[in-house]
């Protein structure tokens, strides 16, 4: 039988970001509950090279509203290695013992400045500096997503859609 392991998720895999807008805070969550001693999270857009064709990253947090946030070290890592906005390292160990892997384990911050629509590879594994991990832990299971920017028009229709639904209740309740 194999060991259960933790199991990183893009929650949803499927991020959905607002079109041309910065500042937009999407988690990553974890599963499995094993004891871990921290985590070396690897984020990346794409192939993570420098590139005006994709959305940017412009922070992580792996500490604020984390699994890690009572027992850590401080946030440390490379930040924006290879010099390049979509990719970003953050790390942090527990300051004494260990910790259940469940629940969220990043925040990260994106930038869609000047993108209207598109979708992208969010990868947490087979990133330009290797996979993300947890430090003490047996297994970690990985899991890539993606990031998607919906055209304009999709945001309106589904306004157009919602407007009525929403006072259609209100007024049945």
Request: charged share 15%; with cysteine.
């Amino acid at each position: 039988m194999a060991p259960r392991g933790s199991d990183f998720k893009n929650d949803p895999r499927n991020l959905v970001l607002n079109p041309n807008q910065a500042g937009q805070q999407r988690t990553l969550s974890v599963t499995g509950g094993d004891p871990v001693q921290g985590i070396d999270l690897e984020v990346q857009i794409g192939d993570g090279t420098s590139s005006p064709t994709r959305p940017t990253i412009t922070a992580v947090n792996v500490i604020s509203g984390t699994i890690f946030a009572p027992n850590n070290t401080g946030q440390s890592g490379a930040g924006f290695a290879f010099g390049t906005p979509t990719f970003y390292e953050a790390t942090t160990t527990t300051s004494t013992g260990t910790i259940a892997a469940n629940g969220i384990i990043a925040t990260v911050t994106f930038d869609t400045t000047g993108f209207s629509d598109g979708v992208w590879a969010l990868k947490l594994a087979g990133t330009r500096n290797g996979d993300s991990d947890f430090p003490g832990a047996a297994t970690t299971i990985i899991t890539n997503g993606s990031i998607s920017v919906p055209e304009p028009g999709t945001f309106a229709l589904l306004l157009v859609c919602a407007v009525p639904l929403a006072f259609r209740r209100r007024r049945s309740a």
